[in-house]
T-cell receptor, first 112, second 116 residues
Framework: QKEVEQNSGPLSVPEGAIASLNCTYS??????FFWYRQYSGKSPELIMS??SNGDKEDGRFTAQLNKASQYVSLLIRDSQPSDSATYLC????????????WGLGTSLAVNP | EAQVTQNPRYLITVTGKKLTVTCSQN?????MSWYRQDPGLGLRQIYY???????DKGDVPEGYKVSRKEKRNFPLILESPSPNQTSLYFC???????????????FGQGTRLTVV
């Protein structure tokens, strides 16, 4: 089992719809969870971080964390073509050599 | 402006010719790392450093060297590059300890390396 798993996609949604991206992780003591967006050939950029159970909203983005189920998700409301990118889930555990563990990413395509 | 700066952005080289990719950050981060990214394999950590003069192997260290003589700089050295090191490389930095402002990684712009 991979440490951080994401559906590779592609996930295709129409413009204006809600895109839902999911991530599961195996290390129960993970402490911090991040969603990065990466356009093709560009560097990952942080869009959301979440540290405690529940929802965290920032503009059109909502991150949801459920530590009991070892599950973190990202919702993108009112999806725009500019949201088309690969979304990377990263999980941090201070005891794991302070290393971020990365999922392989989910490719999202927002169709006009 | 807080940033991680990598150079060069693009590099084509020949097998066996030593090269260095530079990385510098201005955020006083303790933790720095190098990743390579290949299609279908995601981000794989090559080396990391928790502080000056403290470096350690990541998941794919073979064929690479690093040094951390100053806190802000973390160069990646390929002593004898081979075609299987053709990849997209990223330098990243972050705070080492849990902080209120987070432990997320900040990435450089990337270096597209081709070894022929």
């Amino acid at each position: 089992q991979k440490e951080v798993e994401q559906n590779s996609g592609p996930l295709s949604v129409p413009e204006g719809a809600i895109a839902s991206l999911n991530c599961t992780y195996s290390d129960r003591v993970s402490q911090s969870f991040f969603w990065y967006r990466q356009y093709s050939g560009k560097s990952p950029e942080l869009i959301m971080s979440i540290y405690s159970n529940g929802d965290k909203e920032d503009g059109r983005f909502t991150a949801q964390l459920n530590k009991a189920s070892q599950y973190v998700s990202l919702l993108i409301r009112d999806s725009q073509p500019s949201d088309s990118a690969t979304y990377l889930c990263a999980v941090y555990n201070a005891g794991n050599n302070r290393k971020l563990i990365w999922g392989l990413g989910t490719s999202l395509a927002v169709n006009p | 402006e807080a940033q991680v700066t990598q150079n060069p952005r693009y590099l084509i080289t020949v097998t066996g010719k030593k090269l260095t990719v530079t990385c510098s950050q201005n955020m006083n981060h303790e933790y720095m790392s190098w990743y390579r990214q290949d299609p279908g394999l995601g981000l794989r950590q090559i080396y990391y450093s928790m502080n000056v003069e403290v470096t350690d192997k990541g998941d794919v260290p073979e064929g690479y060297k690093v040094s951390r003589k100053e806190k802000r700089n973390f160069p990646l050295i390929l002593e004898s590059p081979s075609p299987n090191q053709t990849s997209l490389y990223f330098c990243a930095s972050s705070f080492l300890y849990d902080r209120a402002d987070g432990t997320e990684a900040f990435f450089g712009q990337g270096t597209r390396l081709t070894v022929v």
